[in-house]
């Protein structure tokens, strides 16, 4: 992994900034022969899409995506996909502010520290935006995992509410504008974030991919382990601070009596009597649900004044006017489950490749 | 990232199985020049080398590191640098047991399901004892980060026990067998670990390895972040299941407002007024410390009987028996201080090829 | 290097079909702050560019470069660069003659029994088009080696016919349609081709690239040399089937004595008496030019009927129709000049990580 | 490829200097299952090994291979493999000549530009002897390939002598001093390379690996070509100058109608009627005999003193005495049929991933 490109076999280079002409990425690596049509990527691209709700932002972009090579009458031929999004939302409105002041949060200061420059306009090469084509191409991975594979994601923390994993069903996912499991929860979510959106605030989330149907032996140890791929993955997603697998941080507080996943044959199969380890033992899946969180920070970009420094060097208070999102982590859904899609393809590539 | 090679330039490839005769690194990609003798790295094997205390395993490996290669007259030559440790207490006991039963929490089952075959001699492949060569790879790249980085590491919870951070204090961490930061807490965890033991269980921890001194500036977006490329290197360590960084998992219930990083000029210098970031934004750093923590489950090998099943298909239980870790995290600590070593030298030298 | 990616830091993913909607490419790792525009590109392409004289392929294609991303207000920001060409020539004419039958020396046959399909229009993925992506990524190669390098390609041999290397004059390079340095050569050239093109038949070629001003030190042993990864540019390139470095595959027929580049201290600096080697020495460049060679074979599509098969497994002939280049090697010199610009790039960038 | 590591998903990373304690490498990316003992690997190197004849170097290396670890109850179990190989001829003799001065055609002068030293005790890390490990991996790689995989390698030329391709036997090769396939040629080469011998001179070689039996389909376009990895591997061995798939340069010389290989149906199977192609086309296996050659110069170390410099900057001459090849070449026979080896269990991994 290095740069600009996810991935080993199942390789995707993303490229763009949030103001240029276009975003875009190169899928290298698929398999021939899969069918494949933009209407397959647009379908998740809708899904992530902004102002589908009032609590994303309001940016109007249809994001239509264009596949440019790699697909010939309806089908992969094994040569790079390239896809192409024209970025038309891209104002061009005044940027003297954020031009010479750092954002508290955004990655200014240390775009400007490493680079000695930047691309002020908006968010830039780190802007959210660029999630998109994580979206696009994890539209492909699926093509690869095939039916048998599902991955859901949900949201399960919104600020300080929580779902109650008692009532959780992923047919609610779909019904409200949080992707949240919980029927009970989402309702009370919305009186909530409506309340930090008036306020001109934001609050972080918790979002949880689960993948089924994924066979036992994915993962290659030590370094290419899927769980080390997939908080790599997880963590590079924008406003990410945190990863878990299966119990995930809880696991420091359990004993080993507790967190054992004990083992039974049922039906001439092995059955797991728990599911702890989230699906990975060793870096390796068990054929159990892979089970991913992570922790969205809240959108940096806020109505209240903060302090901060300009590249001159003086002291200053910025606050952010404009089409935000008070949880960006709602975004945050469609994008881990298509990074969850990157990799168990490039993991079932790798597989495929040294056990045949 | 791939297989049993980690880092873009400064690379490390292990190689060996807890049961053979040795096991070993090449470390490729070091700059020339650099003063090494072995005394160098075994200072950092020694910390974490079984039989220090009553709390970790009672196997007697001196793990004793030999330089093979890519050091002449006590500089590195800019050529692979292979160290190797023979495996000395790689007694040739009965492992019909677990030849035939695969342990809950362990590797076996996953192994035999990719490979069709395994290794069934104590850990194998997927061994802690893996981890010596982390530290000793990390030893090189603390040389290449020179002195101005400091990297330490400290349990913050083992179970159900955590420190009190009022009290952190870093001259404590090397004064207990916990390298807990808080000497009431070691106190306490005494007796804790105590109990654990004789029970003949065992429980997690949560390790955090800050690095001091680290240049704003390190990291490259978006896939080969700095933050992606810790998330990797913690995950990757044996039994690790979640990884933060900053505020990590505790960012989903914050407000904008409470996770902003202000900043003021000190000094003519830029200052951050908090560290909610942990040091990396937009996968770049900052120049604060750089803050990471992973929770390490509990080892999984007790003396309680578990059910599983056996290879060939049959149910059974199984307990565990020998010279094992009640909290392997102990251990963990300068292996996540390695880890993090060889993420910020491979950054270091990333970032070098393409900003000079 | 793997699948459609070529570099290990300077990266440069290439896509794209020759009769699709566009080509492009993904140019990754770029310092930050280089002057870039379109132009610094274009003026490189325009010399690949078909149709120039009646030597090459006449098809029309103005092969107009833009720049989608990694560039801001003039400057390189360090960020991904999007380059695309737009297909402008891409005919819907009757593709049903090689939809069927495998043309001899192209890559039909091997995409068919690779991937099962394959996109039959034209070139296809394994075009000579995409070649123009090589030379726009080695045109911002050429912005990082700076003026101190000079990168220049000329043609020594075509068909049966040669240069006289005592008549060596790089001025002569621009002046005649085949990058000739030898004039007299180039006129009988001129003659001699005419006749092969008007027979509808085709020749090969042999180019000679020379990079001056390449300092010592480049090049990283042993599978990182910089003969390895200019062979591995230059094999690369469509049509060649051999490479050449310093006096290549002559080297077989010297002795010790006469192979050996003697050193004298001339003016306080180390200079070689001569450059068998070619500039490179354990893989290492040596401060000399750098001279590398390499063999394009004939156009494939000819007039002459040829025997071959179909998909469907009858025998059948095949003669090609067309505006097709009787010599294809001439559009090969400013593709070797890119190759070696991307080579020399890249290693630059890997030097000034490892030793600063 | 980058540093001392070789291949994508198998790989092959090298250590160790000619005169250190050993020298090994790690295999990584096996597939499990595969038996594998040392007798496997040593009886490849045992063609390789030095002082098999008075026509090879007379120092006296065992080179007795070692499996660390990878390989279990004889199969190799996907985990990497360390093969070590111990340095027995290290004889601790005067170096101060060479330490001081740079033998031209050595990569001494080079590694000292560029690492700012140097392990000047005879060869050091460029030295041939690293190549026993690339014939000890290729040894494993043949494993991969199977028994329908045939590698064989000839010399073809030595010095200013050749062979008559009309009197090519395979079974001629292993039994002359210059795996010569022509029986007339060889015995003459003996009286020629006597003279080089004695004289205290050298000759360079070229040398032909041949492969049957390799499936079509193997090779990634347009970077991850079949024969751009041949032609990496190839230049990547020592003193290797000139690399060539098929007709190789000799292409530059033919007509479009000479160079087609065409194509008939024998059989009911595709049958092409010459190879001109050396059995890639696109950078894709055509199902024919693959043919790679390469040209390697002469031994540089002669007994003819030779103008050179030294590191303090002074004019002086140097000779070498010892024990060194007349024609290096020879033992370079092994290592082509090695990097043929890698290469193809490389890319049969490879295809196999992506299509199935």
Redesign the interface.
Known sequence: ??????G??F?V?????SH?????C?V??????IALKEADIQVWLDKRKPGTSRFVTQRREPDRV?I???V?EG?T??????LLIHNEDARSKDYSDIAEK?R????D???W???????Y?GG???SAR?TAMRVAAGAIARKILGRRVAIRGAMV????ETVDRGKWDWKQVPKNPFWCPDAAAAKRWEAYLDG?RKAG??????IEVVASGVP??????????L??????A???I?AV?????????????????????????KG?K?AF?SN???GI???????QDIVARF????????L?P????TAS???ATIATKGRHDPCV?IRGVPVGEAMMACVLADHL????????
Chains 1, 2, 3, 4 share one sequence.
């Open positions: 992994m290095s740069f600009n490109t996810f080993t076999l390789r280079t993303t490229w763009g900034e240029g002409p276009a975003i875009g190169v290298d690596g698929t398999p021939p022969g264009s440019l090579s790699g010939f089908r031929t094994g040569t790079p996909i390239s750092f508290p949060g955004h990655a200061y240390v775009y520290k490493k680079y000695g420059l930047r691309d306009r830039g090469r780190p660029e923390q919104m600020g300080t930090i605030s934001s609050v972080g989330a918790v036992a032996g994915l993962g290659a140890p030590v370094y290419g382990k769980d080390v791929d997939l908080a790599a997880m963590m590079g924008n601070k945190g990863v878990e697998i299966g119990d995930g941080m809880a696991v420091a507080g359990l004993t080993g009596e507790e967190n054992a996943d004990e083992m039974r044959m001439g092995v009597l702890h380890a989230g033992l060793g870096g390796i899946s068990t054929g922790a969205v920070k809240p959108t940096s970009s806020i209240t903060r302090r901060t420094v060097g003086k002291n982590g590539l790798r597989h495929r490749a040294q056990c045949g």
